[in-house]
């Protein structure tokens, strides 16, 4: 008789199998293409071996009838929870303030200020503005309500004074060219390819955002392991006690 806990691992696995070829794919398929932005190959090699990953340990979890090979499947898928348990502590971490000031007085790591610090780095920030610079987030500037992004990186501070000509072109006003300029206002340019992505303000808006989406994503990933643990586990765990069960069953009966 078909046990009901084989049949929902298989199901499960047959869906996550045409998950992990989907986004292996999608990888495959930047790099086929050619002459792909920086973003496309930012995300091509974390699409190719999370692919790769999800559609191997699929593929094991497929075979749910054999004993090995489901011990083997949930071997791996601890070692997958482990893994995000990891990271959604670290995201907690990096994205709860409180959090991570008290974990910062431990000298382990500044996870307070991980986030800020890593925009700071030369060669990340650069790879993230040619990525904004290319993926043309200043074009839709002419609506009302701005995201934080778009205020800090496609329009000059507010404390400058610049006069807008039209969405992204602002001229300083005549009436204070004694002013001096510092700082965010000289870094600010007309040139579509420049605007604000080099001021602190851009850098800043950027960091309010990846710690709102960081946050998110280390609530989706406890939705997750919770998912994973408390219910697909535990079935996986009784269908390799049931192929024991049936293994010992056709040896009492005399089935080789």
């Given amino acids: 008789m078909v046990r009901v806990s084989n049949t929902i691992v298989a199901i499960f696995n047959c869906v996550t199998l045409l998950t992990g070829l989907v986004i292996m794919g999608l990888g495959l398929y ?10 496309d190959k930012v ?11 999800i559609t191997a340990i699929s593929l094991i979890g497929s075979c749910c009838r054999v004993n090995f090979a489901l011990t083997l499947y949930l071997i791996l898928l601890f070692l997958l929870l482990l893994c995000l348990i990891g990271f959604t502590v670290f995201a907690i971490l990096v994205t709860n303030e409180s959090i991570g000031k008290a974990f910062s007085k431990t000298k382990i790591m500044d996870f307070h200020n991980w986030l800020r610090d ?7 920030w650069n790879h993230m503005k040619s990525c904004a610079v290319q993926t043309k987030i200043c074009q839709d500037n002419n609506h009302k309500k701005l995201s934080d992004i778009q205020s ?5 501070p507010v404390s400058c004074g610049f006069v807008p000509s039209n969405a992204t072109f602002w001229n300083r006003p005549k009436t204070r060219a004694a002013v001096k300029y510092s700082g965010d206002c000289t870094a600010w340019s007309n040139q579509q ?8 303000s851009c850098k800043a808006a950027y960091a309010v955002t990846s710690r709102k989406k960081w946050g998110q994503l280390a609530v989706s990933n406890s939705c997750f392991i919770a998912f994973i643990t408390l219910l697909f586990y535990s079935i996986a765990c009784c269908a390799r006690s049931n192929n024991k ?3 010992s069953h056709h040896r009492f009966r005399g089935y080789p």
């Fill in 30 to 39: 930047i790099v086929a293409r050619g002459g792909a932005t920086r973003c």
């Fill in 43 to 53: 995300l091509q090699n974390p699409l190719i071996v999370v692919g790769v990953a």
């Fill in 118 to 124: 890593n925009l700071a780095d030369e060669k990340h």
């Fill in 152 to 156: 800090g990186c496609c329009q000059p």
């Fill in 193 to 200: 390819d420049t605007l604000c992505f080099n001021c602190e």
């Fill in 245 to 247: 069960n049936d293994d």
